[in-house]
């Protein structure tokens, strides 16, 4: 195989390269908190937010540096999400007005999303540009037409059929026949969104210590004694805010949570900088964009409209820049040909967290508060889940959403490593190539 690497090649992500980490708490661990949060992603840096606010004093933990989760190394791309199983799919296992609900939450997520980056004057390269979803043949997009039609039932949903000759009007490839167009769909950059959240909890008081792993939480009587290497606090309340890495980094006092998410690495590459005339020619409305392949693949162009950005399933549990990228970059290819001799500058990985009903939760269990699970799909759900949640905790009223109501799901002998995603991955990318 060819050389595809950039001489500055970096097994970074390609959002930290331009966003500086403020200055996190140098102080030591303070006793006590009114609230501790496991996690300094956008769920718990956007929970603490609202807490503060509240007047609450705030204690965050995370295991790794800031931004070296999936909150600071995702493709930047928001949706709806709407389900996996669609429409027919939740109905046959909750009921019309259940599934409908459920459906509706994922709009409702996105219109909060937006109106608090404007509220909150948050700089993070935020552009409703709208998804393009392409499709292989004409049963596909007549299927597509049928799902899109049943989902026109929801309020702000929007959609355009793209057909085989106005493909071109939205992207510069012939890999795909047709198409349908997202009109709540956008991009922005999740490094500089989390550095902004971080910025405001530090202002109001905050405390953030990151590469500090939680290693036991205890329930005492009236709080919760939190341990980590560096010390420990007790706080009235804890929040679980690991999502993806809730097996990774959780100690046995977290099973109950990873043992219903399933850990799974998505990785991404940034080619190099490239004309400004083939990024407009292969991204001509400069949307998002994602085709219906069985494992997920997704690609934009980078907010600066430089670089093409490219997603995909990672080729196991592990974080391997170089395969993962020679395997990116193969997909990127049949894409878009003209790519083919162009570098790549950035390859990462992070984890997601799958459930096993494909729906995020939150609520409370053992006197833990949690939100995760958002199946891919975290940026907007996780903020929109973290204001809900915070509403909980703080006793507010309307704190209910259609996810506090399902029952969070595990499988028999399941233990948070999901041992069979490996085979189903392989299964799935060659139902994909032979189906293309």
Request: aromatic share 10%; with cysteine.
């Amino acid at each position: 195989m060819p050389n595809i690497f950039a001489n500055n090649f970096k097994t970074t992500p390609f959002w930290h390269e331009h966003v500086t980490v403020p200055p996190l708490t140098n102080t030591p661990i303070p006793k006590q908190s009114d609230i501790c949060i496991i996690g300094a992603g956008f769920t718990g840096l956007t929970t603490a937010l609202h807490l503060l606010r509240a007047g609450k004093s705030v204690t965050i933990f995370d295991a790794q540096k800031l931004g070296d989760g999936a909150s600071g190394k995702n493709g930047g791309m928001i949706g709806p999400s709407l389900h996996k199983l669609g429409l027919d799919g939740l109905t046959s296992i909750y009921g019309a007005n259940k599934a409908h609900a459920i459906l509706q939450e994922g709009i409702n997520a996105i219109e909060y999303f937006k109106n608090f980056i404007a509220k909150e004057n948050i700089q993070c390269d935020l552009a409703m540009t709208g998804r393009f979803r392409g499709v292989n043949n004409q049963q596909e997009l007549d299927n597509l037409a049928r799902d899109c039609e049943k989902l026109s039932i929801l309020k702000g949903f929007q959609y355009n059929l793209i057909q085989h000759q106005d493909v071109q009007s939205e992207i510069g490839s012939t890999n795909y026949h047709a198409g349908v167009t997202y009109g709540l769909d956008g991009g922005l950059d999740p490094q500089k969104l989390l550095i902004a959240l971080t910025q405001k909890i530090l202002n109001l008081g905050g405390q953030i210590f990151d590469q500090t792993q939680v290693t036991d939480i205890q329930k005492q009587p009236n709080n919760h004694r939190i341990t980590t290497p560096k010390g420990s606090l007790t706080a009235g309340q804890v929040v679980i805010a690991t999502n993806g890495y809730s097996k990774k980094f959780g100690k046995p006092f977290l099973a109950h949570f990873y043992n219903r998410v399933m850990p799974i690495t998505s990785a991404m590459i940034a080619t190099q900088e490239l004309p400004t005339e083939l990024i407009t020619r292969l991204f001509p409305k400069a949307r998002m964009h994602g085709g219906n392949h069985r494992l997920v693949q997704y690609y934009r162009p980078s907010p600066d409209g430089k670089r093409v950005l490219f997603g995909a399933r990672g080729v196991d549990f592990h974080d391997r820049a170089n395969k993962n990228a020679q395997n990116l970059k193969t997909l990127l290819n049949k894409i878009f040909p003209e790519l083919t001799q162009s570098k790549i500058t950035h390859s990462w990985s992070g984890k997601v967290a799958y459930t096993f009903d494909h729906v995020p939760h939150l609520g409370q269990h053992d006197g833990l508060y949690y939100a995760m699970g958002y199946c891919g799909s975290g940026v907007t759900r996780s903020l929109y889940l973290a204001k809900k949640l915070s509403m909980q905790i703080l006793g507010e009223e309307n704190f209910q959403t259609e996810f506090n109501s399902l029952n969070f799901q595990t499988k028999p002998f399941y233990n948070g490593t999901p041992w069979f995603l490996p085979f189903i991955i392989k299964w799935h990318g060659f139902l994909d190539r032979i189906s293309q």
